[in-house]
């Protein structure tokens, strides 16, 4: 019969060893077969509070262990299996605690932005803002400004700001930089998708800065996983039907300001639809 020893002992081993190690699939199998033994894969009047408190630890560690495993569908089973432990008042837990609910909402945020879901994004952010009234809000949570503050510089086309937060200081935990590469990709793919429609070429230098890449050798790169010709300094796009020839300085004059204003204006649009 398992005990709650037992599964104490799987959550140690789980946040002692990599995440990548073989191991870490079975003891994240073998920690919910115990919860099931313990009645406790949901929260049950009969569940004492260091029970709950260990079981929500549990899934939490599952669902960030999933994030450094870069496995989202495995990242959203965890949140949904969280939400009725979430739900309950921090009374409910062993000396109130409140666990790792900030950090695993704020990853779903951003999981949320990376795949587009705009509705889904502020869907529950309205549930945590009628959730935090009378308690001071949600301003002073970093897990939770984090994503807020990129959907905003998002809808801004403000991409600079974006790139900048997703480096160094500005995430707030090591599982945050997984999700941050991600939206940075889709950021990029999009700039990349609008200068084909846009212009005929680019000046290499242009390209590095516009898509926030880190040397001109990365563009070259990724204008050959584009179907992009580098040649002479210059990225030279495909041909756009009916699409006209600019000069040199209106491309070095509209690189930034033209392709930020359309796909903010694009961002626009997609919320209203």
């Known amino acids: 019969m398992s005990s709650e020893s037992d599964l104490r002992s799987i959550l140690h081993q789980l946040t002692s060893q990599s995440p990548t ?13 115990t919860l099931l033994h313990l009645n406790c894969l949901l929260p049950t009047p009969s569940a004492s509070s260091q029970l709950l408190s260990l079981a929500r630890s549990t899934l939490e560690t599952g669902a960030l ?20 432990f979430y ?17 695993v909402t704020g990853l779903y945020l951003l999981l949320l932005l990376t795949k587009g879901d705009y509705a889904g994004f502020h869907t529950l952010l309205e549930e945590l803002e009628v959730e935090a009234q009378g308690s001071g809000g949600l301003e002073g949570d970093q897990f939770l400004q984090y994503p807020v503050m990129l959907e905003q510089w998002l809808m801004e086309g403000a991409y600079d700001r974006v790139w900048s937060a997703t480096k160094g200081e500005g995430v707030p935990s090591e599982e945050f930089s997984v999700f941050s590469e991600v939206l940075v990709g889709t950021i990029r793919s999009e700039i990349a998708s609008c200068s084909e429609k846009a212009y005929p070429s680019l000046p290499i230098l242009n390209a590095k800065n516009l898509l926030f890449l880190e ?13 992009w010709v580098a040649k002479d300094g210059r990225i030279y796009f495909p041909l756009q039907q009916g699409q006209d020839v600019r000069t040199e300085k209106e491309i070095l004059v509209a690189s930034g300001q033209v392709i930020e204003n359309t796909i903010g204006y694009a961002r626009e649009l997609e919320t209203i639809v």
């Open 65 to 84: 262990i999933s994030i450094r495993l870069q496995n989202p569908d495995a990242f959203t089973r965890y949140f949904q299996q969280l939400q009725p």
């Open 21 to 33: 190690s073989p191991e870490t699939a079975s003891l994240l199998s073998k920690a919910k077969i």
């Open 215 to 227: 040397s001109e050798g990365a563009v070259v790169t990724f204008a050959q996983e584009r179907g």
């Open 87 to 103: 739900e309950l008042t921090p009374s409910s837990y062993s000396g109130n605690d409140r666990g790792q609910r900030s950090k």
